[in-house]
């Protein structure tokens, strides 16, 4: 975790967190933040996600996030075992709601805190993971980009860790995205469910692509395709994400104008995927147009919920 | 990333210097956010120097505040309170600062020593808080 030290009762006005006392300096500078950075800030006692600014009167301030507070000083919660009983309850359950991921959080970031050695060592990045997925579905793109960096550290091979990544990158950073696909998708073995999340990336910047520049990208998209269809581990991907990528590539193939292959796509994603009625639309489009980009965002939009999450049991 | 670059409400208002506004009473309350004596944020370790130009470590305080009203600035669910004049007892001043709510600083001298800062911790009464702001 990006820990800064912090003193909560040093608050500028307008209720950032001043960063320029000794202990906070110190983690700054080590650790080599700056204005735009998240980091979580906390004082032993509680902990919340900030990013950093500057403060023409106080300097370097954290503007805190307080959807994302946690506190560590609650009744019980220096207790392993009934933090991880709580958190098992909201995780192995039915697929938590929305409003219970601020919960999650709280309960993944307690429980790491008071959690034997032995069990952070058997699960390393495995509460980054989860609180990436608790982040990304409140809408806090910056400290789940965050989490999932510091996962990605621990399970650098992990195609649900690099999948989430990926994606995050995506609504985060797009540029790096496509620089991360691009390496991430040169290797020969990267797995079906990381492929499926490249594709995603390069088709989007295929569909923004100028003119002149389509053709390569539209290529590399259609090559990356044809390479998720031998992929021999494509099933581990998921239905939703297979048709995503026949969507992806009947997109790409209907802005090149070969129409056919381009309803083919978009039935096959239809057929392999028939959820909603958005899929089924797309299976009607002819020309690449404003409607088609439209549905193309839409599709996309529907899709940020198709994340692989299987239960995580601390 | 564009750089984030923010003007304070102090400097908004022509950075006014609060520093020099009336002295404290001696039984005003002083309350600080957090367990004490604050071992996980030592007030060693917490000070610094303020742009209205004292040095010291940060605290609520205010003339004619209970410790409920001042506790309620806290997200802490446990906080430290005592009062301005036994702050002066140990030869240190608590002055009004610019900050959030009622904030002050709690002036030290630059060399004091860990010592001291032990000591002065140890003022600090803890009080639950039950209205900790989320």
């Not at chain 1, 990436?132 to 789940?144: E, H, I, P, Q, S």
């Not at chain 1, 985060?172 to 073995?189: C, H």
């Not at chain 1, 590399?220 to 048709?243: H, N, T, Y």
Request: proline fraction near 6%; charged fraction near 25%.
């Amino acid at each position: 975790m990006r820990l800064i030290s912090a003193d909560f009762n040093a608050m500028t006005e307008a209720g950032h967190v001043r960063l320029t006392l000794p202990c906070s300096r110190e983690d700054i500078l080590r650790m080599g933040l700056g204005p735009g950075d998240w980091a979580w800030l906390s004082d032993s006692e509680v902990l919340v996600g900030a990013q950093l600014a500057i403060d023409d009167r106080y300097g370097l301030v954290g503007v805190p996030d307080w959807d994302t507070l946690v506190h560590l000083d609650e009744e019980g919660a220096d207790d392993f075992n009934r933090v991880s009983a709580a958190l098992n309850l909201l995780l192995n359950g039915e697929p938590p709601s929305i409003e219970e991921e601020p919960r999650i959080l709280e309960l993944l970031t307690q429980s790491e805190h008071v959690a034997p050695p032995q069990i952070k060592d058997a699960l390393p990045g495995t509460f980054a993971f989860r609180r990436a997925l608790a982040l990304r579905r409140m809408g806090k793109l910056g400290l789940a980009l965050l989490e999932i960096e510091d996962a990605r550290r621990f399970r650098p091979d992990d195609p649900e860790v690099v999948f989430v990544h990926l994606d995050l990158l995506r609504l985060e950073d797009f540029p790096a995205a496509v620089a991360e696909a691009e390496t991430v998708a040169g290797s020969p073995s990267v797995p079906a469910l990381v492929l499926s999340a490249c594709i995603n990336i390069l088709a989007t910047q295929a569909e923004q692509a100028a003119a002149d520049q389509f053709e390569p990208a539209a290529r590399r998209v259609l090559d990356w395709c044809r390479r998720l269809d031998q992929a021999p581990d494509r099933e581990q991907a998921g239905e939703s994400l297979l048709a995503l990528s026949h969507f992806n590539r009947g997109l790409v193939l209907l802005r090149a104008g070969r129409v056919s292959q381009a309803r083919e796509a978009f039935e096959h994603a239809y057929r392999i995927y028939p959820v909603g009625p958005m899929l089924h639309e797309v299976a009607g489009l002819q020309t690449y147009d404003r409607h088609a980009r439209e549905i193309a965002r839409n599709v996309r939009t529907l899709a940020e919920r198709w994340v692989p999450t299987r239960p995580v049991a601390v | 990333m564009a750089l984030i670059r923010l003007v304070s409400a102090a400097d908004s208002q022509g950075g006014v210097l609060r520093a020099g506004r009336a002295r404290l009473p001696d039984d005003a309350f002083v309350v600080r956010c957090g367990l004490p004596p604050f071992r996980g944020r030592p007030l060693f370790t917490a000070c610094d120097d303020h742009p209205d130009g004292v040095y010291g470590f940060s605290v609520q305080c205010a003339a004619a505040l209970s410790v409920e009203q001042l506790v309620s600035a806290c997200r802490n669910n446990t906080v430290g309170a005592t009062t301005v004049a036994r702050i002066r007892d140990m030869g240190f001043d608590v002055v009004p600062t610019s900050g959030q709510w009622w904030h002050a600083t709690v002036v030290v001298p630059k060399g004091w020593s860990q010592a001291e800062s032990e000591r002065l911790s140890l003022l600090f009464e803890p009080i639950s808080n039950p209205a900790a702001r989320r």
